[in-house]
């Protein structure tokens, strides 16, 4: 395993830290948009199914 090459001037733990901020960044954003995804499928089908029912019982 190769060791770690920090670039002249760079600082190791300064670039590990703004590596891990854009990871959770990018792990929050891909969370929030499957929330968001879940929320309109199951609203979707509850609407469907609500229009099924009212059809059936007209």
């Known amino acids: 395993m190769s060791d770690l090459v920090v670039p002249e001037g760079g600082?190791?733990?300064?670039?590990?830290k703004r590596l891990f901020?854009?990871?959770?960044s990018l792990v929050?954003?891909?969370?929030?948009?499957?929330?968001r995804q879940v929320n309109t499928?199951?609203?979707l089908r509850n609407w469907h199914t609500g229009q099924l029912i009212?059809?059936?019982l007209s």
């Open 28 to 35: 929050e954003q891909a969370r929030r948009l499957a929330s």
């Open 21 to 24: 901020e854009r990871i959770t």
């Open 41 to 43: 499928t199951l609203a």
């Open 11 to 16: 600082d190791l733990e300064t670039d590990v």
């Open 54 to 56: 009212s059809e059936a």
